[in-house]
């Protein structure tokens, strides 16, 4: 799911980008945030069904031999629920806001505050100030998301009592979270994820942009 993850976030991203840009009516600093967050809808779209079908392998407590392949699990989520929100598409208004708002500052954030702080001639030093831009970029855009990601695992993932579905709908199940267990349970796995997506989302940036000017001037 990762490679057409990232694929459509970055190729979307740009596309956004140019549409919104058109008329040059909007100020830069709103385009590069509407382009992300309509590439994060655009990309939670074509992700959702692989995290309906990864969290259910993830939550089997069977024997990894005696575990069903990824496509026979799709095909029984089909069979028994559907293509909608009840199967492959279970929690997609989590997933929606989960990588709209993710990509909406990620995006906005790194190419904003990018072009504030000039271009360094040094090579490597000039790699550091990209570095810690997307460093920044990538945490932020966790720490402001992470309440969706929650209520998406908790739709997802097993339910309390089997049979019975106590978490659906995106804002019903964040509003229960907090009801429940209180503010900072919608936190919950955020210094994991910080330390996964704030290093991951610079490198994935700075690999982008180095191999975008590659390509466009030896293409």
Do not use: W
């Not at 009516?25 to 990864?54: D, R, S």
């Not at 031999?65 to 208004?93: M, P, Y």
């Not at 904003?112 to 460093?135: T, W």
């Amino acid at each position: 799911a990762e490679t057409p993850k990232r694929a459509v976030k970055f190729f979307t991203f740009e596309r956004y980008k140019s549409l919104f840009t058109y008329g040059d009516y909007l100020p830069q600093p709103i385009v590069l945030g509407a382009a992300g967050l309509f590439a994060g809808f655009t990309e939670a779209v074509v992700i959702n069904p692989f995290e309906v079908v990864k969290v259910k392998l993830q939550a089997e407590r069977s024997k990894f031999s005696e575990q069903s392949s990824t496509v026979k699990t799709a095909k029984e989520i089909i069979a028994k629920d559907g293509f909608g929100t009840k199967g492959l598409n279970k929690g997609i208004t989590a997933t929606l806001g989960r990588h709209g708002v993710f990509n909406m500052v990620y995006f906005g954030f790194y190419h904003n505050v990018k072009g504030l702080i000039p271009e360094q001639k040094d090579p490597a030093k000039d790699f550091l100030r990209r570095f810690l831009i997307g460093l920044v970029a990538g945490t932020l855009s966790s720490v402001l998301n992470i309440p969706f990601d929650v209520a998406k695992s908790r739709i997802q993932g097993p339910q309390p009592i089997p049979g019975l579905i106590k978490y659906k709908g995106c804002f019903r199940t964040i509003g229960l979270i907090y009801k429940e267990e209180g503010f900072l349970a919608l936190y919950k796995g955020l210094l994991p994820k910080v330390l996964r997506l704030g290093p991951g989302g610079a490198i994935m940036l700075i690999v982008y942009e180095y191999v975008f000017d590659f390509l466009q001037v030896n293409f």
